[in-house]
């Protein structure tokens, strides 16, 4: 290894406000709605979003913290730095999460896609009331890859032309609308009649659920998948700190604010299911089947198509906003394979991002074709392959490099009983949870494994 941060002229950000944005824009996006949606509905509501907001402040903040730590400590790409600061067995956990972004952009973009269909067809009235059967039409196949490929090519376009700071200044705007939006959506919904059962699904835990394994490893999955954590896209955008801020607050605020996004989703999306009668229509408390994908996708647009041409602008802006969250959050895990490439390989900004970008394009084919193919991708890759990168960015942190780490969040974080508090966070408890929630993972994680195999062959 040789140095190239002493040689080459980082890219850096120019002001902290830059950085939390970037960061925030990378933690809301598809997660928050799409993905809270469907996960808390298939884990059964109240006990699963409970479940959620406890991982996303004992594990969530902590591995945040430790990831911005390992990155603005090394001022390299994930896969250099572990390497540079655990030495070269570490090289796989770089790998991995590189393998990881890679994967997750290549479905994460057939979902956006169709938040760029919606927002189209939504205004000309033509998803109709039967949102589950439009939802069906536009899914998958042709419709599916083209939406998919225009998204990738923004994205590859955004990360080429390093027109980020436009689109942070975009997001600036675009995140405060969206959650302004969205908490407009959750008082339209309260409004709606046969909504307490929607509530009480969404808030009122069941006791004996909390402990359910499969609420458990939903909960924790989410929580990774939602923060963009275990995979060194905090890491990425930590490399580019140059300044001594707070890291713990930090990753307090992004959390935070990805919590809250999700939250006030879930007060819209299930009085609605709930009101207009879609818990068969997606698949809740049943079987999982294709729709439960698309609970998102299904209910909202039935439901805001009964208000007529309000409810269709309405859900329009609504997809609009998404779309640029989207956006913003598949910036981030391009940019983690692009840097890696950049600083393992030397190779330029731009042919990293458009010879990776255009494999990504072709790896979600799959995904655009089969919902059984997304779902499993999501379930391995954005689920479980996160989970244990979380774990063993914990154990480099914790055991590894437990002295430079501390002294790294101190340049900051002065309180020496907070990094006393946050080490034990980092040592102890995150690890025995993850290792908990990897095994009640493992039957999905080799199910899905299995699936992507032979779908993925056939
Ligand atoms: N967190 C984003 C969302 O909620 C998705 C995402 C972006 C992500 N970067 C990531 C997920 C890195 C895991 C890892 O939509």
């Given at each position: 290894?040789?140095?190239?941060?002493?040689?080459?002229?980082?890219?850096?950000?120019?002001?902290?406000?830059?950085?939390?944005?970037?960061?925030?824009?990378?933690?809301?996006?598809?997660?928050?709605?799409?993905?809270?949606?469907?996960?808390?509905?298939?884990?059964?509501?109240?006990?699963?979003?409970?479940?959620?907001?406890?991982?996303?402040?004992?594990?969530?903040?902590?591995?945040?913290?430790?990831?911005?730590?390992?990155?603005?400590?090394?001022?390299?790409?994930?896969?250099?730095?572990?390497?540079?600061?655990?030495?070269?067995?570490?090289?796989?956990?770089?790998?991995?999460?590189?393998?990881?972004?890679?994967?997750?952009?290549?479905?994460?973009?057939?979902?956006?896609?169709?938040?760029?269909?919606?927002?189209?067809?939504?205004?000309?009235?033509?998803?109709?009331?039967?949102?589950?059967?439009?939802?069906?039409?536009?899914?998958?196949?042709?419709?599916?890859?083209?939406?998919?490929?225009?998204?990738?090519?923004?994205?590859?376009?955004?990360?080429?032309?390093?027109?980020?700071?436009?689109?942070?200044?975009?997001?600036?705007?675009?995140?405060?609308?969206?959650?302004?939006?969205?908490?407009?959506?959750?008082?339209?919904?309260?409004?709606?009649?046969?909504?307490?059962?929607?509530?009480?699904?969404?808030?009122?835990?069941?006791?004996?659920?909390?402990?359910?394994?499969?609420?458990?490893?939903?909960?924790?999955?989410?929580?990774?998948?939602?923060?963009?954590?275990?995979?060194?896209?905090?890491?990425?955008?930590?490399?580019?700190?140059?300044?001594?801020?707070?890291?713990?607050?930090?990753?307090?605020?992004?959390?935070?604010?990805?919590?809250?996004?999700?939250?006030?989703?879930?007060?819209?999306?299930?009085?609605?299911?709930?009101?207009?009668?879609?818990?068969?229509?997606?698949?809740?408390?049943?079987?999982?089947?294709?729709?439960?994908?698309?609970?998102?996708?299904?209910?909202?647009?039935?439901?805001?198509?009964?208000?007529?041409?309000?409810?269709?602008?309405?859900?329009?802006?609504?997809?609009?906003?998404?779309?640029?969250?989207?956006?913003?959050?598949?910036?981030?895990?391009?940019?983690?394979?692009?840097?890696?490439?950049?600083?393992?390989?030397?190779?330029?900004?731009?042919?990293?991002?458009?010879?990776?970008?255009?494999?990504?394009?072709?790896?979600?084919?799959?995904?655009?074709?089969?919902?059984n193919f997304?779902d499993a991708?999501?379930k391995f890759?954005?689920?479980?392959?996160?989970?244990?990168?979380?774990?063993?960015?914990?154990?480099?942190?914790?055991?590894?490099?437990?002295?430079?780490?501390?002294?790294?969040?101190?340049?900051?974080?002065?309180?020496?009983?907070?990094?006393?508090?946050?080490?034990?966070?980092?040592?102890?408890?995150?690890?025995?949870?993850?290792?908990?929630?990897?095994?009640?993972?493992?039957?999905?994680?080799?199910n899905a494994l299995v699936t992507l195999l032979t779908l993925?062959?056939?």
């Open positions: 290894m040789t140095d190239p941060a002493a040689t080459r002229s980082r890219d850096s950000w120019a002001t902290r406000a830059g950085f939390i944005l970037a960061a925030v824009g990378s933690a809301v996006g598809l997660g928050n709605m799409w993905r809270f949606s469907y996960v808390a509905a298939e884990g059964g509501g109240a006990a699963f979003v409970l479940l959620y907001l406890v991982f996303v402040a004992v594990i969530g903040v902590p591995i945040m913290t430790s990831e911005f730590v390992v990155g603005r400590m090394s001022q390299e790409s994930p896969v250099v730095a572990v390497q540079r600061l655990g030495g070269p067995k570490w090289a796989p956990l770089g790998w991995m999460f590189v393998f990881c972004g890679f994967g997750i952009l290549s479905y994460y973009s057939v979902i956006a896609g169709w938040t760029m269909r919606y927002a189209l067809d939504a205004t000309r009235g033509i998803i109709g009331t039967d949102a589950g059967a439009y939802f069906q039409s536009v899914a998958t196949g042709v419709p599916a890859i083209v939406t998919h490929v225009i998204f990738m090519a923004l994205t590859i376009f955004i990360v080429v032309a390093g027109v980020k700071r436009g689109l942070e200044r975009a997001a600036l705007v675009l995140m405060p609308l969206l959650f302004l939006l969205l908490v407009a959506l959750a008082i339209w919904a309260a409004t709606l009649g046969g909504g307490a059962a929607g509530y009480g699904y969404y808030l009122r835990p069941q006791l004996g659920e909390l402990l359910d394994p499969n609420v458990i490893r939903l909960a924790a999955g989410q929580a990774f998948f939602s923060l963009s954590l275990g995979m060194g896209a905090m890491m990425t955008y930590a490399s580019y700190l140059t300044s001594k801020e707070n890291l713990g607050r930090e990753a307090a605020t992004v959390a935070l604010c990805d919590f809250g996004v999700a939250f006030v989703a879930g007060l819209v999306i299930f009085p609605v299911i709930f009101h207009f009668g879609l818990s068969s229509t997606i698949g809740l408390g049943g079987a999982i089947s294709d729709n439960t994908v698309g609970t998102l996708f299904i209910a909202l647009p039935a439901g805001l198509d009964s208000l007529g041409t309000l409810g269709r602008v309405v859900l329009s802006t609504f997809f609009i906003m998404l779309f640029f969250a989207a956006l913003t959050s598949s910036i981030s895990l391009l940019e983690v394979v692009v840097s890696a490439v950049i600083d393992g390989w030397g190779w330029s900004r731009k042919q990293a991002a458009i010879w990776f970008g255009v494999m990504i394009a072709l790896a979600g084919l799959p995904a655009a074709f089969n919902l997304l991708a999501d890759v954005g689920n479980f392959l996160l989970i244990v990168g979380g774990f063993f960015t914990a154990i480099l942190v914790g055991y590894t490099i437990p002295a430079k780490a501390d002294a790294e969040l101190a340049q900051g974080m002065t309180d020496p009983a907070l990094r006393k508090a946050w080490a034990f966070f980092v040592r102890y408890l995150s690890p025995v949870l993850l290792l908990i929630v990897i095994w009640f993972m493992l039957p999905t994680a080799w993925g062959r056939g």
